[in-house]
């Protein structure tokens, strides 16, 4: 340990705070999860009405994309405070990655 | 452990250097292996040039010269650049943040050992049937058709030695990010820690296309795999692309720290802020962002099309805006400064005129119809040496001169260093300049010899003689490196007397726990504040003594990585049929590796305490 223990007990009031905001986080965290069966709900369910790919591809990937902003901003905690670094470098690789399929979609394969 | 310095004898200092897992006598081994590299490298460049000396020369074979310029590529930027700044990265970047170590000092180690077992590996081909031949770039329609097993040393001893630099950058990368002394905001840490954190992201995100693109290569080779085969349907290009999406990027890599190192000279010897600091940074970020963005600019003869073609050419030709907003900024910073001209500052000084002639004929490659013409010939050789020796070798010379007393605690001679950067000059351009006129005068790259009469004799003559000053250049400062050794006087704190940041306001020879007491930044600068401010210490406190927390040494990165090394041998041999040891080899290689990766995860290991007494007994603790 690097300094020297200090002890210390929360107020009432910060205790309140606390619970208040865990409550908080438990009850986005129930929703996100429950939308996100939902979508592959849905998902599922248009492959099984049989519509013509053309409409479900994309309305799949559209999901896919829905959930993976879900995941990162719920349940990876984004939405707090203090994962501006994380957003930064996870936005700059999907960035260059984009970049890179582009060129490989565009110049290599077709 | 007990925190006395003990004199040790010799077999228990190489013990402690193979466990160590303190940043700076890892720097210390980067600097030896990344030295030794760079020395191999140097003769294969030596052999290169008097090969050429003069026309029809056969000196060497035409098979032995293509692996000749092929290690000596290869070897010069993944084993000696890349390692002799990670050394002064890791010697000054945790100083300079006012940390005590880097984030995770096990994988600094095991970082440092992966490197170095991969450049034995691939440097081995030397004497086990014949070196890599197809170019550091290893196109794969060549690399492909390469009898023997050159390329599968290449392919796997850079997969290993990727895999220590990858580590390292992540490192880096956290280290700058969480391990900040409080006061030390974004916008005040010192530029070469700015440079290494943008070169750290770079490395996160360019060395994976590498590490796939290497791994293609050994599925091709070894498994008769078809990934770059077109006939049975793959795409050679693909490698192209994957090598350059990754050996762009690795050039800025190299860069930047370079452009760090020197923003730091400047500020120091012209005793003034660094001019522009903010757009520095800006500079620095952009640089690396439009680094991804400009990889096709070495395939503008592929034939990828007119429109790829163009993109591409403006994309590159932006990058010239941050970099000349650099070379301004430095400019400024020189501009009005009470300038001392010493052996790092004469450096920085003849390092603007030469980057800068280098940056230019860039800017004439990125223009897609002239590289048409350029491509391929020495015009290319002139232009990447004029940026990487020009650039980062001028820079990783200034910085031995400059961090030698950070490092040792002693001082190179300054009279020798000056005398080294006038061979080593001198030099350069001869063996560069010359260059520009051959490739414009038809001249193409790669080749073992030409013929005379074409007016390229003269040229190629005076390139020799220009490599055989810089290596006078080169062996001078060993020469200085070993006469100060042996003088051995201590040069204490803030030897040059007008240092500004972190680093050099801690005591001579730095404490192995760094700082007593986490220091608090008051600005950029910090130390030069304090300075002004008449602190004696050079610092002010955030915290009082108290007990801190140190990582115990660890022998198991030398294990990770030694398996690695043995099995690389399995899988190198595996397509000889003649050979049935290598599957167990290749085993036995990868049980050492995970055996070593398993007792790390089971035993704990919860490290040590310096206690408060023991800081307060310490000479200088006088709180
Ligand atoms: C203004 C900045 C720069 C521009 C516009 C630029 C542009 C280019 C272009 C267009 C090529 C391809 C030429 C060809 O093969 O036909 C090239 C090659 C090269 N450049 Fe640069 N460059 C710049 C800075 C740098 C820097 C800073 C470095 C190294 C630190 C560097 C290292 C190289 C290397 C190693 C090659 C040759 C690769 C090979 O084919 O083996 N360049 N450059
Ligand atoms: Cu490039």
């Known amino acids: 340990m690097s300094h020297d223990v200090e002890a210390r007990t929360r107020s009432k009031h910060e205790y309140e705070y606390a619970r208040k905001r865990a409550n908080q986080g438990m009850r986005n965290q129930v929703t996100v999860f429950a939308i996100m069966i939902f979508l592959t709900f849905i998902a599922f369910a248009a492959v099984q009405a049989g519509m013509s790919a053309y409409l479900v591809a994309p309305l799949i990937l559209l999901f896919a994309a829905v959930q993976v902003a879900l995941q990162l901003y719920y349940f990876m905690h984004w939405s707090e405070k203090g994962h501006g670094m994380a957003q930064f470098f996870m936005y700059s690789a999907a960035f260059i990655a984009f970049t890179m399929i582009l060129a490989f979609v565009t110049i290599i394969w077709w | 452990m007990s925190s006395t310095a003990k004199k040790k004898g010799f077999g228990a200092t190489i013990w402690d250097y193979l466990t160590t897992v303190d940043h700076k006598k890892i720097a210390i081994l980067y600097l030896i292996a990344g030295t030794f590299f760079f020395v191999v490298g140097g003769i294969e460049a030596m052999l290169i040039r008097i090969q050429l000396a003069k026309p029809d020369n056969d000196f060497v074979s035409a098979g032995l010269f293509n692996e000749i310029i092929t290690m000596h590529g290869t070897t010069m930027i993944f084993l000696a650049a890349m390692p002799l700044l990670f050394a002064f990265m890791n010697a000054a970047v945790p100083l300079q943040i006012g940390a005590r170590d880097v984030a995770f000092p096990f994988l600094n180690s095991l970082g440092f050992w992966l490197f170095l077992f991969g450049g034995i590996f691939l440097n081995l081909s030397w004497f086990l049937g014949g070196a890599p031949d197809a170019g550091w770039t290893s196109y794969a329609s060549l690399s492909l058709a390469s009898p023997g097993h050159g390329i599968d040393f290449y392919a796997l001893g850079l997969q290993i030695s990727g895999a220590g630099t990858l580590i390292a950058g992540i490192n880096f990368l956290v280290t700058i990010i969480n391990m900040r002394a409080p006061g030390m905001t974004y916008m005040r840490m010192p530029l070469f820690t700015w440079t290494t954190f943008v070169a750290s992201a770079l490395i996160l995100f360019a060395f994976p296309p590498l ?17 770059f ?132 004929t860039g800017v004439m490659q990125a223009s897609a119809p002239l590289d048409y013409q350029l491509h391929d010939s020495y015009f290319i050789v002139a232009h990447f040496h004029y940026v990487i020796v020009g650039g980062i070798v001028l820079a990783l010379f200034a910085s031995a001169h400059y961090y030698w007393p950070l490092m040792f605690n002693q001082m190179l001679n300054e009279t020798l260093g000056k005398i080294t950067f006038v061979f080593f000059f001198i030099g350069f351009h001869c063996t560069f300049f010359v260059q520009h006129f051959l490739g414009l005068m038809g001249m193409p790259r790669r080749v073992f010899t030409f013929m005379g009469g074409q007016g390229w004799d003269q040229f190629n003559l005076i390139s020799t003689v220009g490599a055989f000053l ?154």
């Open chain 2, 211 to 227: 590490t796939v693109g290497l791994f293609f290569m050994i599925f091709d080779r070894m498994f008769d795999a078809n990934f």
């Open chain 2, 229 to 360: 085969d077109h006939i049975n349907g793959g795409n050679t290009v693909i490698w192209e692309h994957l090598f350059w999406i990754f050996g762009h990027p690795e050039v800025y890599i190299l860069v930047l720290p370079a452009f760090g190192l020197f923003s730091e000279i400047f500020a120091t010897f012209a005793r003034k802020r660094l001019f522009g600091y903010s757009s520095m940074v800006f500079a620095t970020i952009l640089i690396g962002f439009l680094g991804f963005m400009v990889w096709a600019h070495h395939m503008f003869t592929v034939g990828l099309g007119p429109t790829a073609n163009a993109i591409f050419a403006v994309a590159t030709m932006a990058i010239a805006v941050p970099t000349g907003m650099k070379v301004f900024n430095w400019l400024l910073t020189i501009w009005g400064g009470n300038i001392k001209v010493t052996t790092p500052m004469l450096y920085a000084l003849g390092f603007i005129p030469s980057f800068v002639a280098g940056g230019v």
């Open chain 2, 470 to 623: 810089m290596a006078i250049g080169v062996i001078l400062l060993v020469v200085n490196v070993i006469i100060t050794a042996i003088k051995n006087e201590p040069a204490g704190r803030d030897p040059w007397k007008d240092g500004r940041t972190l680093e050099w306001a801690i005591p001579q020879p730095v404490p192995y726990y760094n700082f007593k007491q986490t220091p608090l930044v008051r600005g950029l600068d910090t130390f030069w504040i304090e300075k002004m401010e008449g602190n004696k210490e050079g610092m002010t406190y955030a915290e009082p003594i108290s007990d801190i927390h140190m990582p115990n040494n660890s022998f198991i990165p030398f294990m990770i990585s030694l398996g690695l090394f043995v099995a690389a041998f399995g899988a190198l041999y595996h397509q000889d049929t003649d050979k049935t040891w290598s599957i167990p080899v290749l085993i036995i290689g990868l049980a050492i590796t995970f055996a070593s990766m398993i007792t790390r995860s089971l035993k704990d290991d919860l490290g040590y305490h310096i206690h408060k007494e023991e800081l307060m007994n310490e000479k200088g603790g006088k709180h």
